[in-house]
Structure formats: C-alpha cells, structure tokens
C-alpha cells in the first residue's frame, strides 16, 4: 500500500509527540532554566506584552538547535534594526505563545514585519524549541491574513527532506492568508554554502523591503547592543568575577543551596555538570590519527541516561587559538583585565556571566575557532586598523571567488584572518562589544553514549575521534575544538609522550575542572532498543558510528547476565581503514561474542586492506540473504555515523537486497524501506 498523506501526518503527530515527551522537562524546559531571557518585565509569555513594553516594531523568531539559526537571527535583527531605523526584537521560539500572532499588527503601532529563522532535525523534524510553535500554528491558528513574514530555512541538502521546516512553516502561514515578503530562503550547510545563501536572500529581501514595506535605508554603522567596561577596582583574583565557570551559579555559590545546586543539580542544558572523567583511553594504533575512548561518572548527581541517548560536552578553547585572538585583537597584555558586559537593549540577553574578563569570553564563551565568514569580514571591515587593510577586506568581503580562494581554502579562522589581512598588525579599533556580538556562542558538542545504562548506570562512555587534518599548501593543523580537548586529557590522565596539536588549561576556572572535570549534560535520543529483548537487531555502525552499537551489546550481555531466556540476534557491521589501526574495541567483541553465543555477530569492512575498498554497505550486501531473513523475524535496522554518504549508501543498498531476496519492484522495496522508517524499525543517529 502506498503511503498516503495520512500516514505522514500521523507519522508527524507521533513524532512531534515523541519529541515533546523525550524533551519534557530536561532539554529547553523553561520552568527550571533560570538564564531563559526574560524579555517582558513582568516575565510574561504575551508577545504582544513584549513587544509593547519594549518599543519594538518587527520580529525576528528563530527555531534553533545547535545555534547556528540563532546566530543568524541574531544579525539579521541588528542588520535589519541598523539598516531601516526599526527597532526590532530577536527571540526564541519557546520564550513566547503564538496564540495572539494574528493580532501582532494590529495592536502594536506601526509593526512591520516577522522574518523566521528555520533550522530542520533529525528526518525533518522542527528543532526542539519549536515543537510547540508549530502545533499551535498549524492547529490553532485559523486566519493570518494581514501578517507580514519572510523566512530563512537553515538545513543541510544532504538529507532527504531538505529545510523541511522553512517550507513547512511558509506553506502554513500563506495556507492562512498571511503575505510573504521575498523568497523562502534556503540556507545549506550540505553544501558548505549557508553563509552565501544567507547573503543573497538577505541582500535580495533588503532591496524588495524597501519598495513593499516603504522602507528607508539609513547609513549602517555598529550600534552596540551592550556596552564593555573595564572596571578597575576588581581583578581576577576577585571571587564574584567570572572566569569561565559553565554558568553563573558556579561563580561564588554563598548559600548552602547553590553548594547543593553544584553538586545534586538538577543538571541541564543551562546547567552543566562538571563531571569527573575517571578513565580515558586512545582507542587507535597510530602515529597521527587519534580516537578517544572517555568515562564520565555522573554518580550523585540526577542525572540519568538510557542506552542510545547523547552527552553533551562543554569545550573551551585552546592555549594557542585563544593567544592568537587576543593578539589579532591587541588585548594580550589586558587579557586579565576585568571587565563588566552590560546589555543596551532591554531584550537582548548577553549569555556570559559578568563581572569577567577578555581572556575568559574569547576562552570559555565564543566559538573563536572554526571558518571565519564572509559576513563577518563584511562587518568589520569598518573597524581596519588602516587603509590598506580595509581595502584588502572589502575586496574579499565583495568577492566571493576571492573569499574562497585566500579565505575559505585556507581553513582560516577569524584571527588568522584578521592577522593575515592586517599582515600582522593589530585590530584595536574593533569594539570587543563587537567581538561578543559577532561571534557565535560556543555550543556543546554531541556524542553517542557508547555505553549501557543497564550495565553502567551512571557512568557515561563516550567514542570520540580526533578532528585533526592537515590539507596541502596549507600552513597549519585544522583542529576541532572538544576532541582535542578530550585528547589533551587522555594525554595527561595517562601520562603519554604526544606532540599535541593544541594545548588546553584543564584545570579550569579556579582549577574547578582540575583532577579530570568537564561540563555536561544529557540529551535524550528516540534511538532505542526494541523494547522486547527478543527481537532481533541490525546495526551498521562504521568509524565512530559504533558507538551507540558498543552500548546496545553492552547491554544484551547485561541482560543475559541478568538471566533474560530470550536474545534476540545481533548482527553488527562495522567498518574502518583497516583492522590494526583504526578497529575499535577490537578486543571487546571476541568478550561480548563469548558472552552472547550465537546471538551475536560481527562483519567487518576494511576498506584499506584490498585493492578494491570494501565498505559496510558491501558486507551487508553480501550478507543479504541473513539480513533479510532477520527482517522477516521481525528485526530493527539502525544506521549510525556519517550522514553524507555512508547513511545514504546504506539505505539504497537495503533497497537493492529487498528487490533481489524478495522479487519486489524497486518502487515496492523503497516502500518497504520507507514504512520501516516510520514505523521505527529502522532508525538512524548520524550527524
Ligand atoms: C547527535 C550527534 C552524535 C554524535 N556522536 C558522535 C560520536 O559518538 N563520536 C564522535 O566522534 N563524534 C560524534 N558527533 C560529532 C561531534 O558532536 C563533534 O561534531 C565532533 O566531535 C567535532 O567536534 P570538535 O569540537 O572537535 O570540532 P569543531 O571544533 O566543532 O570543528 C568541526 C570541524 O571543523 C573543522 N575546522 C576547524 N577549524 C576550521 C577552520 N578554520 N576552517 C575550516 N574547518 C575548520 C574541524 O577540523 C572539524 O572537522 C556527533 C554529533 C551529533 C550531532
Ligand atoms: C542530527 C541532525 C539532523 C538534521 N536533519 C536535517 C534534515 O532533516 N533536513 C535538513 O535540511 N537539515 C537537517 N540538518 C541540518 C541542520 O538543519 C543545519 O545544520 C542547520 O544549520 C542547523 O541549525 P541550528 O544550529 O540552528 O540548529 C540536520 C542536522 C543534524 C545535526
Ligand atoms: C484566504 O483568502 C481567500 C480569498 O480571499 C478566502 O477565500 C479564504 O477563505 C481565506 N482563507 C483563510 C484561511 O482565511
Ligand atoms: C595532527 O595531524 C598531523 C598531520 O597529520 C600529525 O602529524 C600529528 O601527529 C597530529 N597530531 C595529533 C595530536 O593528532
Ligand atoms: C601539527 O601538530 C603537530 C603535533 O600534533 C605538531 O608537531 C606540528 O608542528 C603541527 N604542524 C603545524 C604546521 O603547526
Ligand atoms: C557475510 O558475508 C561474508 C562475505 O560474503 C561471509 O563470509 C559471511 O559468512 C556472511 N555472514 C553471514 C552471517 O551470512
Ligand atoms: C551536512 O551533512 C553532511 C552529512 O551529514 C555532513 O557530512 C556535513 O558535515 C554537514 N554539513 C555541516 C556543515 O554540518
Ligand atoms: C532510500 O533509497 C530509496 C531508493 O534508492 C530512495 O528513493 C529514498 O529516497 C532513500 N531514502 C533516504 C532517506 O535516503
Ligand atoms: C508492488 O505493489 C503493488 C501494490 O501493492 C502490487 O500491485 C504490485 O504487484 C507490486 N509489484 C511487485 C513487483 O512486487
């Protein structure tokens, strides 16, 4: 039967449900938050309230889960706010209710105009901070004529329903009347292009604004949103200043209520556990390629995982990528000056506790490391220390070839940028109010728990491989931020001789992280075990990929030690470079094999050992014939690692073995696979 539109609602309906279920209370849940910006006086969810109170003449709502939705928003307000003279508020999609959206223009004097900022999740799926606005806008709403809207969708091509969620949002809202402003945008990290995408539907909205919403264009210049000062009688030795503590309840607890905050929690997203890592081991048998195996003891705390879920860990940055901001920027000398950061705009919420210092933002609360953008070359350009240099980057911020060649294709980040345009010099014009805005938050990174929690209930394995490459004609390390933090620690706990690639302060903000420590919280997945331990399962997990997989047989060998008749069958393919490198928990398997029996089977894809590579996708070809006989059985398929192509290949190959094992048409097998997929039988973790 072919799936019908029905289907796929409910499909979504159950979705949704079992987002708002898994998310309740532990992820974005406003009630115990604490730092959720109180954008209304009175703390009220009344967006016309808000707007009101505030004085603000156009919105700016972003759905977002990793920040990056958010951190255009956030420009896109100022730009907008600085460009036309509109006073304009940006906020989170959960901070307000929508049931008065409608009214917005009518009962705010002189309202102009709502712009979206979409990111999509998991298989399309809203970001968990929009689960609610959608529900209400797609069920409750009834007519919007009269709203002014534009929209940005943030997705990444390489998935199937690409910016699922820009078009879905713009597909209700002009089902209801509403009047859309320009293009729906479609911004795609798949093809490395977000940032251009942003540009030419931002430029493209800027210039249509003007004639349909009778816009006029002001000279831009920077109008900070909060004002820096350097407050001379603190230093850092000054216990209320904040040198990088995850949140402000770490700095200075006073009563026994925050020591107790500290240590029981609760634990979330806007309150980090600083958790002990107890053990720490290099997983690979290489010079140059590194993969860490962590532990995390979350004992005493509340914090609980069940097997499949993510941690969340909270990086800083490193010794020599910090040191070389501070230089781009001339503050080394006054990177421990203190400093007070307070917000211009009663609506815009400034995430970094203060009192603080330079060296504490740019170490502990910016992402100061990845690819500098165009976009930001274009905005503070204003600020060159000469004429020379700011000839030098308009031409680059103009130019898009010429971005990508001196820019893009040198892995460059902000400071290199900045020194490297400068040939050196200093950029002491730019404002570090600037800095702060301009610069993205530092986010958590994810990891698929590699353990069980019905084997270690409270400690929490995590499978990292270290981000560490060098590229041809390229002058330095391209280095990722938390793996080689993770890397830095494994070093040290283990005591070993490794040159490494960067160096990190692991004692933390008044050694608060020192003896292992690291924040971190738990996010819940809806990658599950079948409930019934009997059903069989498949699982293909190459590279990293294995990790959720390593916590699922962890968790089968619990079982049968506690004594559970029936096993279902395991068969697990796993795939890597070859198999004395890179071959995870190498010597696990041949444990949990003897442990499991029959029940239990490895297949394995070296793709370096034949002239020809092998990858997963072909062992599971080749083993066909199993694999559809554990379908018939009922099994769960699960796909975890690299979403770009592995995640692809394996669906197309799962295509491939139904039409040769069962005779069906391409069309039925892809059907099959499909009904898999929402019936949850086939799951995928892939990032
Ligand atoms: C749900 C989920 C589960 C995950 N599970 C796992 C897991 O189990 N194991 C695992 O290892 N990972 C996992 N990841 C990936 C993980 O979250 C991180 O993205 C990864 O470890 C890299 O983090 P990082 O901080 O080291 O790199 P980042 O600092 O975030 O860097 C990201 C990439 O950018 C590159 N880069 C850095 N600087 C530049 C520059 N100037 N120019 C261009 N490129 C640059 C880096 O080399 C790196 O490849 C998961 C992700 C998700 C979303
Ligand atoms: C686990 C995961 C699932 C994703 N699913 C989709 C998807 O189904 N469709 C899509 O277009 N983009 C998808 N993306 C890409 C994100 O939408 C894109 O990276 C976006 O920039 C993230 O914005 P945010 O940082 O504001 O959350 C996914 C990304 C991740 C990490
Ligand atoms: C939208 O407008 C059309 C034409 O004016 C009208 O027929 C329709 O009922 C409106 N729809 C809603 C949901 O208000
Ligand atoms: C980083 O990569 C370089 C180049 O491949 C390698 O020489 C070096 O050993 C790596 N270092 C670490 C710590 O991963
Ligand atoms: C890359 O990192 C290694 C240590 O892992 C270091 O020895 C080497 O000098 C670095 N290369 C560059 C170009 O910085
Ligand atoms: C899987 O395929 C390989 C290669 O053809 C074969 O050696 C192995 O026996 C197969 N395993 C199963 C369980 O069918
Ligand atoms: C887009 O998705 C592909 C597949 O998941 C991934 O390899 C790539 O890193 C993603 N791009 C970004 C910028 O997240
Ligand atoms: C799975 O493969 C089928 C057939 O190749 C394709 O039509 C479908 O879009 C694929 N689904 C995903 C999620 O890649
Ligand atoms: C495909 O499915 C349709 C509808 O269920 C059925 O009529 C047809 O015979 C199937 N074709 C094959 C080759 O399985």
């Given at each position: ?362 170490r502990h609360h910016l992402e100061i490391s990845g690819p ?205 470079r070859n198999s004395n490198d890179d071959f995870l928990y ?7 094999a003897k442990k499991l029996g029959d029940s239990f089977e ?86």
């Amino acid at each position: 039967m072919p799936l019908d539109t029905l289907d796929l609602s409910v499909l979504a309906a159950i979705v949704v449900a079992l987002i708002v279920f898994f998310t309740k209370g532990t992820l974005w849940g406003k009630g115990d938050s604490g730092s959720s910006t109180p954008v209304s006086s009175s703390g009220s969810r009344d967006l016309i309230e808000a707007l009101n109170e505030n004085d603000k003449k156009a919105l700016v709502i972003y759905g977002s889960q990793t920040g990056t939705a958010e951190d255009y928003a956030h420009k896109y307000a100022k730009e907008f706010q600085a460009r036309f003279g509109i006073p304009t508020m940006c906020i989170d999609m959960s901070d307000f209710d929508y049931d008065n959206l409608p009214d917005v223009f009518e009962q705010v004097m002189g309202f102009k105009l709502i712009t979206f900022f979409m990111a999509t999740y998991g298989e399309g799926e809203p970001t968990d901070n929009a689960v609610d606005f959608f529900e209400c806008v797609e069920n409750e709403l009834v007519d919007l004529n009269g709203l002014k809207f534009s929209c940005f969708g943030l997705g990444n091509s390489t998935y199937e329903f690409y910016n699922a969620m820009g078009k879905r949002l713009t597909q209700s809202l002009l089902e209801k009347n509403a009047t859309m402003i320009g293009e729906l945008g479609l911004g795609d990290d798949g093809a490395g292009s977000m940032d251009e995408d942003y540009l030419a539907w931002k430029d493209g909205l800027f210039d249509l604004l003007k004639d349909s919403l009778n816009l006029e264009e002001k000279e831009v210049s920077y109008e900070p949103s909060l004002k820096v000062t350097e407050v001379s009688d603190l230093t850092i030795e000054d216990k209320q200043v904040a040198l990088g503590e995850p949140n402000a309840k770490y700095v200075n607890p006073k009563s026994d209520d925050d020591i107790a905050l500290l240590t029981t929690g609760p634990f979330d997203h806007t309150h980090p556990y600083l958790a002990p890592i107890t053990h720490t081991k290099e997983l690979f048998h290489s010079k140059d390629r590194h993969c860490v195996h962590a532990e995390f003891d979350l004992s005493g705390t509340n914090l609980k995982y069940s097997t499949g879920d993510h941690i969340a860990i909270w990086p800083s940055n490193s010794d020599e990528k910090v040191a070389t901001l501070l230089k781009a920027l001339g503050l080394t000398s006054k990177k421990d000056q203190v400093i007070d950061l307070k917000s211009l705009d009663s609506t815009f919420h400034i995430p970094i506790p203060t009192p603080t210092t330079y060296e504490t933002v740019i170490r502990h609360h910016l992402e100061i490391s990845g690819p500098v953008s165009r976009q930001f070359l274009k905005s503070v350009v204003q600020f060159s220390p000469d004429e020379t240099t700011h000839k030098n980057v308009l031409s680059l911020g103009d130019d898009k070839d010429l971005f990508h060649k001196e820019v893009t294709s040198q892995y460059l980040n902000i400071a290199d940028a900045l020194l490297k345009l400068s040939k050196g010099s200093a950029w002491t014009k730019v404002p570090f109010a600037f800095i702060i805005e301009s610069i993205a938050h530092i986010q958590p990174r994810y990891y698929s728990i590699s353990s069980s929690s019905l084997s270690e209930k409270q400690t929490v394995h995590v499978t990292a491989v270290v981000e560490n490459e060098t590229y041809p004609n390229v002058d330095h390390n391209v280095t990722g931020v938390a793996t080689n933090l993770l890397l830095n620690i494994a070093t040290k706990q283990n005591k070993n001789e490794l040159a490494l690639a960067q160096h990190y302060d692991l004692d933390g903000p008044r050694n608060k992280f020192s003896h292992f420590k690291l924040p971190v919280h738990i996010r819940r997945s809806t990658f599950k075990l079948p409930s019934n331990p009997a059903t069989p399962i498949i699982m293909i997990g190459p590279g990293t990929g294995i990790a959720p997989f390593r916590g699922f047989i962890r968790e089968k060998v619990k079982q049968r030690a506690n004594g559970v008749e029936k096993i279902g069958k395991s068969l697990l393919f796993f795939g890597c470079r070859n198999s004395n490198d890179d071959f995870l928990y190498k010597e696990e398997w041949v444990d949990y094999a003897k442990k499991l029996g029959d029940s239990f089977e490895l297949i394995t894809a070296f793709s370096r050992e034949t002239e020809k590579k092998v990858y997963v996708q072909h062992k599971l070809l080749a083993n066909a014939s199993k694999v559809n006989e554990l379908l018939n059985e009922g099994a769960f398929f699960y796909v975890c690692g690299d979403a770009s192509r592995m995640a692809r290949d394996v669906n197309n190959t799962l295509v491939k073995i139904l039409v040769q094992e069962r005779g069906l048409s391409e069309e039925n097998a892809t059907e099959f696979v499909k009904k898999l997929r929402v019936s949850n039988r086939y799951q995928e973790d892939v990032w």
